[in-house]
């Protein structure tokens, strides 16, 4: 029997439960006794926060990562992102991976008005005086290594914070940092 999990991986931690090199680092194990097995699916990064599954099957892992789910973050971007940038995100922009250029799939992307309900993160973002931001919801299907971030500095938006909220059809929901659901199984 396989096990499945949701958590909402706090800012600062690394998306995994070992991690060798010499700087100690925070790894998801010291949230939560997962069994023996239990995998990420697929990444955020230490910056990065919001929701993450986690699971014993190796196909759920595959399912999951698959081109065919959606996974939807909000950024909050430095600046007030304009319709002209949400357009270019929308078609695809030109990103860097692995050394090489590579220009993201369209996605779906709008300006969400004000700044979403979220827990507050551990760490302070910055204050008003360091100018406005503003919030984006970006839906991809591929996960490229800090895709959503370079994909907003791209477009002329750098990230400040970013909370992935969906993955498929699982939501973070009201789960806070830290804290752990179980599942049964996941309906993606």
Not at 48 to 59: C, Q, R, Y
Not at 86 to 101: A, F, P, Q, R, T
Not at 153 to 176: D, E, K, M, W, Y
């Amino acid at each position: 029997m396989h096990h499945h999990y949701a958590i909402y991986k706090p800012y600062g931690y690394l998306s995994q439960f070992i991690y060798n090199l010499k700087r100690k680092k925070k790894l998801l194990g010291e949230i939560y006794p997962f069994p023996d097995g239990t995998m990420a699916i697929g990444r955020l990064d230490e910056d990065s926060e919001g929701l993450l599954l986690l699971t014993t099957d190796g196909m759920m892992s595959e399912i999951v990562r698959s081109k065919n789910v959606e996974k939807e973050y909000y950024a909050q971007v430095d600046g007030l992102i304009t319709e002209e940038a949400i357009s270019y995100l929308k078609k695809g922009v030109e990103i860097g991976v692995n050394g090489s250029k590579y220009t993201t799939l369209p996605c779906k992307a709008f300006i969400l008005p004000g700044s979403p309900t979220l827990p507050e993160r551990s760490k302070k973002i910055r204050d008003e005086r360091h100018g406005p931001t503003s919030w984006v919801s970006i839906t991809v299907t591929e996960g490229k290594f800090r895709q959503v971030r370079k994909m907003t500095s791209a477009v002329g938006f750098p990230t400040l914070r970013l909370v992935r909220v969906r993955i498929g059809n699982i939501h973070l929901g009201s789960l806070q940092p830290g804290k752990v659901q179980e599942y049964t199984d996941f309906d993606v």
